[in-house]
Nanobody, 126 residues
Framework: QVQLVESGGGLVQAGGSLRLSCAAS????????MGWFRQAPGKEREFVAA????????YYADSVKGRFTISRDNARNTVYLQMNSLKPEDTAVYYC???????????????????WGQGTQVTVSS
């Protein structure tokens, strides 16, 4: 079992930055691939970014490429999402997810992930 707790959300003006963190329990964090998803009001949950177990591969949604960066610190059991140049359309609840499987070719699918956090709210004002 893996428990995931997100933090770092908040209110920010357009053009600003936030860094989300996702802290994972368990001694096997380094073997899990991690992903970030988001859900805006009235919309379906969508993929944002993902990272392989060793950080060697990263994946991004087209809408965030060049603005968001996913990274991980296996010593701290934490994955991060650095969000720059935020836009009002980035407003959503952001969720962290984990899987013990391979994500190459399926990183953007919610069904790839076995464990989910409770989410953290990000609001970007115009």
């Amino acid at each position: 079992q893996v428990q995931l707790v997100e933090s770092g959300g908040g209110l920010v003006q357009a053009g600003g930055s936030l860094r989300l963190s996702c802290a994972a329990s368990g001694r096997t964090f380094s073997s899990y691939a991690m992903g970030w998803f988001r859900q805006a009001p009235g919309k379906e949950r969508e993929f944002v970014a993902a990272i392989s177990w060793n950080g060697g591969s990263t994946y991004y949604a087209d809408s965030v490429k060049g603005r968001f960066t996913i990274s991980r610190d296996n010593a701290r059991n934490t994955v991060y999402l650095q969000m720059n140049s935020l836009k009002p359309e980035d407003t959503a609840v952001y969720y962290c997810a984990a899987t013990g499987g391979v994500i190459a070719g399926s990183a953007s699918r919610q069904s790839t992930y076995d464990y989910w956090g409770q989410g953290t709210q990000v609001t970007v004002s115009s």
